[in-house]
């Protein structure tokens, strides 16, 4: 920039300013995105946070949901010039499952001396699940006797929160719950949800010879006896609370299939299994009639939008989207029956801002509406005739 002169108590001072940086050397919101409650369809309650593993970004949060990442953008993006570059950030509040974000950010053929923000696609954080737990009785109006064997059934859902002063009608409950949850993002456009057998080769168990911690793709195991690429093994397969289905990608065999091999998954692993857990070849059976979700799944939704006549009764189910590799669940549905003392537990639930649950014992039956509390893990709901 020309010299500029300044005059103070008759001395002139003579300066030479620096040029002006192209825009691409100042700071800017590199990328910038509202996020909401997919439940209100606001901004969460609770306070928001931002990572990044990139080099050349610092993590930002405003008032509103709003979220992004800041730098100088040569910084960043040192080749944006001619190629697309990307940046990944996770959206994390508490009550929430996180949301991975990978964003193209378009090439600029005049970079630096031109940008501006991207903007992120919209992101409606999911709920983290809760569990509905209870106990149905009978009252004699001096004592209650505990009802065993009586059905609780949700009947109805709201997905969003129903406004005060209008009557808003429940949607039949076509969701189910997965275990694990789901473990890729699924969009409901191309994703079909099949019935499918899925039977534990039993007395060939294998053993983990290590820890396989959540997000491991690689494990080791005991021996590779009977097993090839493409079969589905049980990993925890005595837990049903635990067990993971999953595709062998590919074998390391040592000199003999007898001997501790490592193994190549196509997804990870989603939760941790401790070493010497069993492990069993899977026999895949023939799936059943397609139907395709409702509605779109993120990595960690345990429910899923379906039709459940479609999928009843079975116990386990397969989920393809004809890009990504298949992945399979047991699955279960939000209908239980009491056990002794009159206590029943449904299965873990998300993604619902209200529901209807009725309790029938074969003789009476109570129809209740109930808004779950996500800020617990369990929601208790006891039922007094």
């Known amino acids: 920039m020309p010299h500029q002169n300044y005059i103070d108590n008759g001395i002139t001072y003579t300066i030479a300013p620096d040029d002006e940086p192209a825009i691409g050397r100042r700071t800017w919101a590199l990328v910038e995105g509202a996020v909401t409650d997919e439940l209100t369809t606001l901004a969460p309650l609770v306070p928001l946070s931002v990572d990044s593993p990139d080099l050349g970004v610092t993590p930002r949060v405003a008032d509103g949901g709003i979220v992004g990442l800041a730098g100088i953008p040569v910084d960043a993006f040192s080749q ?10 996770t959206i994390s509040a508490s009550g929430f499952i996180p949301v991975s974000l990978h964003q193209s950010i378009a090439s600029i053929g005049n970079f630096p001396d031109a940008f501006d923000t991207t903007p992120l696609p919209p992101v409606a954080l999911h709920r983290a699940p809760i569990t509905i737990t209870g106990q149905v009785a009978v009252s004699s109006g001096v004592t209650s006797t505990p009802s065993v064997g009586a059905t609780v ?12 002063n209008v009557v808003v009608p429940p949607v039949p409950p076509d969701f189910v719950s997965l275990m694990p949850a789901i473990y890729i993002a699924r969009a409901n456009t191309v994703t079909q ?4 057998p899925l039977t534990q080769i039993v007395g060939a168990n294998k053993q983990l010879l290590l820890d396989a911690q959540a997000g491991d793709t690689i494990v080791k195991l005991s021996d590779c006896v009977g097993l090839a690429i493409n079969d589905v093994i049980a990993i925890d397969a005595d837990d049903p609370y635990r067990t993971e289905f999953l595709t062998i990608k590919a074998l390391f065999p040592a000199s003999t299939t007898n001997q501790p091999a490592r193994i190549q998954l196509t997804i990870p692993v989603q939760a941790t299994h401790r070493f010497n857990v069993p492990v069993r070849k899977v026999t ?5 009639a397609p139907t395709p979700l409702t509605d779109d799944a993120i990595v960690g939704d345990v429910c ?8 009843q009764p079975a116990t386990t189910v397969s989920i393809d989207d004809g890009v990504n590799p298949i992945e399979y669940h047991a699955v279960s549905y939000f209908k239980t029956t009491t056990v002794a003392g009159g206590f029943y537990r449904l299965p873990p639930l998300s993604r619902v801002a209200q529901l209807n649950l009725q309790a029938n014992n074969g003789t009476l039956s109570l129809p209740i509406t109930f808004v779950p509390d996500y800020a617990g893990e369990e929601n208790k709901v006891d039922v007094m005739y």
């Open 80 to 89: 944006l010039k001619t190629t697309n570059c990307f940046v990944d950030l």
């Open 153 to 164: 059934t949700v009947i109805g859902i709201w997905r969003t929160v129903p406004a005060a």
């Open 193 to 196: 949800v099949r019935p499918q």
């Open 284 to 288: 895949v059976g023939a799936a059943g």
């Open 304 to 311: 899923a939008f379906v039709s459940v006549a479609a999928l």
